[in-house]
């Protein structure tokens, strides 16, 4: 190979070398998450299936990093790491099983009280993990929760409330609950609450409505063991319609209060 040869190569490899881009930060602390994971004995031997899905997780991650699709990556990001919490959760309830199997080898041998606590208390960690890997499993459809540019946002309709009014209904207690369980899975992030009117009253009326409203919804999830220093709320009244205002249908998809979970940044 001559010198004007050797040239060419090795400044072929320093514009490749230059133009590598590294992965964005969210990106690589993913697949940290991930790598850790799969490293996990417990996770390998107990959630094969749940670390398959984690993996395809990140993956799709990683190619909206290739394609330098920037709006879904905190979407991504936010699945990836559920499907990775599942696997871990699924893996904690396959150890507290084997252990009640192997503790309950022996439970009628031994007749030993400990022993009998040990296994009562083995049993109850498994039947919580399971419960727990199934909640984050059906949280990310169950409560039709929606990514968006400013975070995972929920939608609660107008049937929390009667028309014209701020206390909520009866029926409301199940929905909210469900919401309530499903925040307290992610205790560090902050929840901003916002109360819309339709365009039916005055502005400022619909505005005091709305706020009423958001609070009233916050409260609730409070006394259900929300932290409060979490919560903001604001009533943003008839300002933020998502549908026409024209009919009773669109009126009806404008009342609503929207739970927020920013994104984290």
């Known amino acids: 190979m001559n010198a004007n040869r050797v040239t060419l190569f090795l400044t072929g490899l320093l514009i490749a070398g230059g133009c590598a881009t590294a992965p964005p930060s969210i990106v690589t602390d993913v697949q940290a998450e991930y790598s850790r994971a799969k490293l996990d004995k417990a996770v390998v031997e107990h959630a094969s299936v749940e670390l398959y899905e984690a993996e395809k997780a990140v993956q799709r991650l990683e190619q909206a990093a290739e394609r330098d699709h920037d709006e879904e990556l905190d979407h991504l990001a936010y699945l990836a790491r559920r499907r990775v919490e599942i696997a871990r959760e699924t893996a904690a309830a396959g150890v507290a099983i084997e252990r009640v199997e192997q503790l309950g080898e022996d439970r009628h041998a031994t007749r030993l009280r400990a022993r009998t606590a040990a296994v009562t208390r083995a049993e109850t960690e498994a039947a919580t993990a399971i419960e727990r890997a199934k909640q984050l499993e059906q949280a990310l459809s169950d409560l039709k929760a929606e990514q968006t540019e400013r975070g995972v946002v929920l939608t609660m309709a107008d049937v929390l409330f009667a028309f014209d009014r701020s206390d909520l209904q009866p029926g409301?207690?199940?929905?909210?609950?469900?919401?309530?369980?499903?925040?307290?899975?992610?205790?560090?992030?902050?929840?901003?609450?916002?109360?819309?009117?339709?365009?039916?009253?005055?502005?400022?009326?619909?505005?005091?409505?709305?706020?009423?409203?958001?609070?009233?919804?916050?409260?609730?999830?409070?006394?259900?063991?929300?932290?409060?220093?979490?919560?903001?709320?604001?009533?943003?009244?008839?300002?933020?319609?998502?549908?026409?205002?024209?009919?009773?249908?669109?009126?009806?998809?404008?009342?609503?209060?929207?739970?927020?979970?920013?994104?984290?940044?």
């Open 172 to 265: 409301a207690s199940q929905s909210l609950g469900e919401v309530a369980r499903y925040l307290k899975e992610f205790p560090d992030n902050r929840i901003e609450i916002e109360g819309h009117t339709d365009s039916v009253g005055g502005d400022d009326y619909n505005q005091k409505l709305s706020e009423r409203r958001a609070r009233a919804v916050a409260n609730f999830l409070m006394a259900r063991g929300i932290d409060r220093n979490r919560v903001a709320v604001a009533g943003l009244g008839e300002a933020v319609p998502v549908a026409s205002n024209g009919n009773e249908a669109g009126r009806k998809e404008n009342r609503r209060v929207e739970i927020i979970l920013p994104n984290q940044r």
